[in-house]
């Protein structure tokens, strides 16, 4: 996260959701904060992969239901390839065992996309501050 700096570099973030009109709330929104940008987005895992390796971003916000692969093991792939790079799953999933997995494979954070605007920018913040973020009604069921 930047400073109240002007001239600080912004928060870059990569965004994968094969809906496109997700893709589009979410660029509105993170450009609707002036410490943050979408640097890339890609509707497959495969592309996202080849994109966030060369890209190099600082947050990646995925969904778990991709084209050409799942969230699940595109995350693995990105936390082998980068320890640094925060992964916050934004997902229709709400089954206790994804939310499990995706938080042991090195998920920051796990919301459902039924979360208003608000939440989900507390998530990101949240999460880019080291913070693990977890959607309040997942929060009762693990008991976090």
């Known amino acids: 996260m930047t400073s109240g700096?002007?001239?600080?570099?912004?928060?870059?973030?990569?965004?994968?959701?094969?809906?496109?009109?997700?893709?589009?709330?979410?660029?509105?929104?993170?450009?609707?904060?002036?410490?943050?940008?979408?640097?890339?987005e890609?509707?497959?895992?495969?592309?996202?992969e080849e994109f966030i390796r060369d890209l190099k971003p600082d947050m990646v916000i995925m969904d778990?239901?991709?084209k050409k692969g799942h969230g699940l093991d595109l995350l693995q792939l990105?936390?082998?390839?980068n320890?640094?790079?925060r992964i916050l799953m934004l997902t229709a999933t709400s089954e206790i065992s994804f939310v499990e997995r995706a938080l042991g494979l090195g998920a920051s954070g796990y919301l459902l996309k039924t979360e208003d605007e608000?939440?989900?920018?507390?998530a990101i913040f949240a999460i880019l501050k080291g913070e693990r973020y977890l959607s309040p009604s997942l929060r009762k069921k693990l008991s976090w």
Not at 118 to 122: C, N, R, S
Request: with cysteine.
């Open 78 to 81: 990105v936390r082998a390839e």
């Open 64 to 66: 778990m239901a991709l």
């Open 5 to 40: 700096d002007p001239r600080a570099k912004p928060t870059r973030i990569f965004l994968v959701d094969d809906h496109p009109l997700i893709r589009r709330a979410l660029r509105r929104l993170i450009h609707s904060q002036a410490e943050l940008e979408v640097c890339g």
């Open 42 to 48: 890609a509707e497959d895992a495969v592309l996202a």
């Open 83 to 85: 320890h640094r790079v």
């Open 118 to 122: 608000k939440e989900i920018l507390a």
